[in-house]
Nanobody, 125 residues
Framework: QGLLVESGGGLVQAGGSLRLSCDASVRIFTTYAMGWFRQAPGKEREFVAAITWSGGSTYVADSVKGRFTISRDNAKNAMFLQMNSLKPEDTDVYYC??????????????????WGQGTQVTVSS
């Protein structure tokens, strides 16, 4: 409970930037993959980006490629999502997640073992 906590969401104007953080209260095992998902009302939770904890390999969804960057700080057990050039369609609740035995290129909600509570990102026109 509460092992993953997101922060950094808020209201921004289109074209602006936000930096989301996902902090783990315990050490993240190097065999885990960490990722970001987002979900809008009435829609399925969709993949945004993922990173391997050991090597830092990343995979980013086409919808945000070139605008969003995922990173991590192993020493601080933290993961980040730098979101630039935000668009109104990026408005969603963003969740961080952790998964074992998963390929970051095929990371789905069903494969995730732990979730944060979510942080709201709202992009105005």
């Amino acid at each position: 409970q509460g092992l993953l906590v997101e922060s950094g969401g808020g209201l921004v104007q289109a074209g602006g930037s936000l930096r989301l953080s996902c902090d783990a209260s315990v050490r993240i095992f190097t065999t885990y993959a960490m990722g970001w998902f987002r979900q809008a009302p009435g829609k399925e939770r969709e993949f945004v980006a993922a990173i391997t904890w050991s090597g830092g390999s990343t995979y980013v969804a086409d919808s945000v490629k070139g605008r969003f960057t995922i990173s991590r700080d192993n020493a601080k057990n933290a993961m980040f999502l730098q979101m630039n050039s935000l668009k109104p369609e990026d408005t969603d609740v963003y969740y961080c997640a952790a998964a074992r035995r998963v390929d970051i290129a095929t990371m789905t909600p069903e494969k995730c073992d732990y979730w944060g509570q979510g942080t709201q990102v709202t992009v105005s026109s």
